[in-house]
């Protein structure tokens, strides 16, 4: 099969998942989460515990495919997504939140690390040292996130991250502040 050939049947499989994700797997969840609050435990459940163990290994997935294609922009953005859900759904427990950062970036190792602007979408950002708000609050980020720059979203944020320093080399920091 041609590199063009196999280029467009990748294509028209990614679409099928696509499409498949949002309606058989994003659309059933947003109804489930929009269930009464009020009938829902405060303890986690087992069903809770593997929703956050699933969460998890999306993000790993992801996130090694990101790894193989550092220039593809919106794999970026899935995988920053489900690295913050992975890490949400931990966020009552440090050792397991650490572990889980800790195995994510492990899998980014050796990548530079970046602030990128998705064209007509997020900022992406890539193993950054320290991202703040614009108060000065730590944000604790996954190994990649997405920060939204339209300013209608919870994750439009005015922040200032900073890179890490390698070597000898120092970086200057970096500011991102939401353009809408």
Known sequence: MSGSASDDATRATLSRVAGRLASSVVRPLVAALSADPATAGSEPTAGDLHLAHELHLL???????????????????AAAALQDLACQAVSDDSEQLEARRAELAALLAGRPPTIQ????????????????????????????????????????????????RSGSRTRSPKTVYPTG
């Open 59 to 77: 993000a790993v997935d992801a996130t090694r495919v990101r790894a193989r294609a550092p220039s593809a922009l919106a794999l970026h953005e």
């Open 117 to 164: 602007s998705a064209p007509g979408g997020p900022y992406l950002l890539s193993d950054v040292e320290t991202l703040t708000d614009w108060l000065g609050v730590s944000l604790d980020p996954a190994p990649l996130a997405a920060l939204c720059r339209c300013g209608a979203s919870a994750a439009s944020l005015g922040v200032t991250a900073r890179m890490p």
